[in-house]
Each structure stands twice: as C-alpha cells, then as structure tokens.
C-alpha cells in the first residue's frame, strides 16, 4: 500500500513538473511572477533550487545517469560561494545574496531533468504536445492574447508582459531539438524545423535582432544533421524548403507590415548613432567617471563622499571630472571604433553593452579582484549609474552571463563553469560519439551572452531540465528511416 501511495506521489511530481515547464515555455515571466501565498512562483523555484542543490553531495542519487567530473565541479563552486559570502563578510540570512547568486542554484535544474528522464515511464501524455508552445507563442505574441489570460496575469502576478526574442529563440530550439531526439525519423522534424523558422524568423528579428544570430547557427547546426535527407530525398526537401521560403516571406510582409514598407536595417541595426565614439553618452556612463572616488577618494570633496555621484549637480560634476581628452590612437572597423585601448560602438544597444562590460573588467583589475570577484553583498559597481539602471531603477544585470560569473566569483567560478559546460559535452560524446548536444546548448549561450536569461528563474528552468533530459536520450541511427 506503502509503495503504490509513493508511486502516486512520484507520478503527480513527473507529470506535474513538465505541466509547469509547458506553462513557462508559453506564458514567461508571468507565470513565474504569479502569487501563492505572497510568494511569486519564480521565488519558491529558487528556494526549492538552493535546498536540492544539497543533493549533489549524495552521488549515489545520481549514479550512472551523470559523470562525477561536472558533480565535483559542481560540489566546488557552491562550496565557493560560501567561503566567498564569509571572507566579503555577507549574510546568508539575505534574500539579496540568494537574488544575486540564482545562477549556481539553477544548475541544479539539470538534475530535474535528468529525475526526469528516469522516471518518464510515469509521464501521462506524449512528450510530442511540448511542440504545441511554439506555434502558441506566436499567436500569444502576434495574433491574439485572450482576455482571460490578461486579466489573471494582471491580477495575480506582478508583470503581464508578452515573451522576449530571447524566450521565443528558447522554445524554438527546445522544441526543434526535442522532435528531432524523439521521433523515429527525419522528414517529419525536418518539416516543423523550415515551417517554425519560416514563421518565427521574421519576428524574433522585429522583436530584437540579438535573437538572429544564435537562431541562424541553430538552424544550420541542425540542417547539418539533415544533410543525408537533403541530398537523398532531393524533391521532398526542396518542396519543403520552397514552402518554407513562401511562409517566410508571408511572415516578413505580415511581421514588417507589407514589402513596400520593410526596413530591412532593422535586421541588423534598430538605431545609427553619428555621435563620434558617442563620447557623450559612454564617458559620463563609465564607472572611471561617475565614481572617480572608488580609484582616488581625494578627488570628491569631503561633502559629497557619501552621496551618490549621480545624484551631484552637473556643475559640481564638471568640476570633479576632468575635461574631456582627444584621442589619440584610434582606430574604426564595421561599427566599432578603438580609442585609446576603449571599445565603442556606433549602435546603440551594443555600445551600451560593451561599456557596461568593460567597466567591470576595469574596476575589478582596479580593486584587485579579478580572482574572486565582488561576491554576493551589493550591485555590480558597474550597473549603480543612474543612465544604466532602467526606466524603473531596478536593473542591475550586465546582459552576459559570463560577465556576471566574473563579476560575483571572479577567475574561479568563471573556470568552473567553463569545466562544467565542457564535462557536460564530454559525457554526451563518451555515450554518443558525436557532438550533437552542441546545436543545442551553443545557440542559448550565444544568446546569454547578449541578453539577460541566465540570471532569471524562467529561462534556465527550461534550458536546463530540458539539457538533463536531453543528456541521458541516446541518439538513434535514423538513415534508414529516411
């Protein structure tokens, strides 16, 4: 009785835990901002998050399903973090430092994933309905949101917000990539491949061209994997393609609003910029500027050390800041420009990135904390500037998630994670002898690397239970089903 009451409960969990992972693939960041019992849904996920990060000290949980090599790197860097949170004299009684370190405890959802795929015997439905999210995203997104979901959202969660291009790259490869490991041939997951990208391609560029890069090497990740198809069924893979192409124009004229009106820039610029080096927007941004007194306290006069440097009136300002300089060796290719050891853009978005970056790499040579980082206590330095802080003031993210490793666990973290990722290949090759695993993983770095994903709770929920699941799929010989 014992054992058919435990079976009922593992059974809800599976099947309850997918229910929740479909939900967030649809509805995003307002589903996870939901309420229950004054707690929003993303907070309790990193709560239960940290409490089964413990798990990963009890290998035998694990056992034959992961190799120890990413446990161990995985044991040392919440190890790390602890003695990282006592030497820089935090709290662990924060909510601040569990905010500011959600990246290590959603590496535990790789772990969900991989419970996941032992237990999917348990699973109630077919895991082809996880292809569903992606056609209803686009109509969530571009066609039509009912009413009724508005109004949930708007009540109870404390955003109602429609899907970034970064979360709809997320579901776009999520479930390419899952339709290509579980189905039994190639030609159907070869067709929803050309018909989703078709379709989404023109949108994830309107809604931000960030999301085109890591969607293009994706796409020709997987065509790699299609290229027998390609070459042996010629006439049924250009009669897709072809369909393909007449979707992909039919979005671009609905996305763009008509062929006479595309503005086909917006794919690679949303905004030119002819202010030289914008000097005036990134020289009163850089942290050397707006917090000269972190590098030579005497520099600030002795009643304004304690209040915020971008709060100082601006004449005060130009008294504290010393007049502007002419470059002297500088250099310009595409859109950058290379000005006295300084990387600028001249669009607008990616300068406002590479500012943001460089200042942490500055600041933290300067501080002398390149080994182990500014740990868990406060804001990235480089993020305090009003300019960079959000129409609302709460930003504090550095749009990289290597960055952000960097900047909270220094050269050490930033080392383990590099291993963990490379253990996590490692052990996909060993079982399958190829590197498939890679069109998979590859275009969501990428898009970290430009964006704020990792350092939230909805999109590594996603990224890494799925990683977990996909990891123990052996890939099939599909040749001769094609």
């Keep these: 009785m014992k054992n058919i009451k435990n079976q009922k409960i593992l ?35 990193i709560l239960i998050a940290f409490l089964s990060t413990f798990l990963i000290f009890y290998p035998d949980i694990f056992e034959g399903h992961l190799d120890n090599q990413p446990l161990l790197v995985h044991r040392l ?23 500011s370190s959600s990246y290590l405890w959603t590496l535990i959802f790789i772990y969900f994933g991989i419970f996941l795929y032992r237990y999917k015997s348990l699973i109630k439905f077919d895991l082809r309905y996880f292809l569903l999210p992606l056609p209803l995203t686009y109509i969530l997104s571009s066609v039509y949101y009912p009413q009724i979901f508005q109004n949930i959202f708007i009540n109870y969660s404390d955003v109602f917000d429609f899907l970034k291009a970064s979360d709809l790259l997320l579901v776009f490869v999520v479930t390419n990539y899952l339709y290509f490991i579980i189905s039994d041939n190639y030609k159907s997951p070869f067709i929803y491949l050309i018909v989703t990208g078709a379709i989404f391609f023109p949108y994830m560029a309107y809604k931000s061209k960030g999301a085109i890069l890591p969607g293009i090497i994706f796409l020709l990740l997987m065509l790699f994997q299609y290229r027998k198809l390609l070459i042996k069924k010629l006439l049924f893979s250009s009669i897709v393609i072809f369909i393909g192409g007449l979707l992909f124009l039919f979005s671009t004229a609905r996305t763009f609003g008509g062929f006479e009106s595309v503005n086909y820039e917006i794919f690679f610029s949303e905004r ?13 941004q850089s942290i050397v500027k707006t917090q000269p007194e972190r590098y030579d306290p005497e520099i600030v006069p002795e ?12 004449d005060i300002y130009i008294n504290i800041i010393p007049p502007e ?32 970056w460089q200042d942490v790499l500055i600041d933290l040579r300067l501080q002398n904390k390149l080994f182990n980082g500014y740990s868990y206590n406060e804001i990235i330095p480089a993020m305090t500037p009003a300019e960079r802080r959000g129409w609302d003031g709460t930003n504090e993210n550095v749009h990289n998630y290597l960055i952000n490793i960097f900047a909270r666990g220094g050269i050490v973290h930033l080392t383990l994670f590099l291993l963990f990722y490379y253990f996590i290949i490692n052990f996909w090759y060993k079982k399958n002898k190829n590197y498939l695993i890679l069109a998979y993983i590859l275009p969501i770095f990428v898009t970290s690397l430009f964006d704020v994903t990792m350092e939230s709770v909805r999109y590594p929920l996603i990224f890494f239970s799925f990683l977990g699941f996909f990891l123990n799929y052996e890939t099939k010989n599909k040749e001769d089903l094609i």
Aim: aromatic fraction near 20%.
């Design 303 to 314: 009643r304004y050390e304690t209040q915020n440097i971008t709060e100082v009136s601006e």
């Design 77 to 99: 860097l919440v190890i790390s973090f602890f003695i990282y949170v006592f030497i820089s004299e935090g709290s662990l009684f924060s909510t601040y430092t569990y905010k």
């Design 11 to 45: 059974n809800s969990l599976v099947n309850s835990y997918f229910f929740i992972l479909f939900l967030v693939m649809i509805f995003g960041r307002s589903f996870i901002g939901l309420t229950i019992s004054g707690y929003r849904i993303g907070e309790i996920f």
């Design 325 to 356: 300089k002419e470059y002297k060796n500088v250099s310009h290719f595409w859109i950058f420009t290379l000005a006295d050891n300084r990387l600028y853009s001249n669009e607008t978005n990616i300068d406002y990135r590479l500012q943001i």
């Design 272 to 284: 030119e910029e002819n202010i030289k080096m914008h000097e005036r927007f990134t020289n009163f």
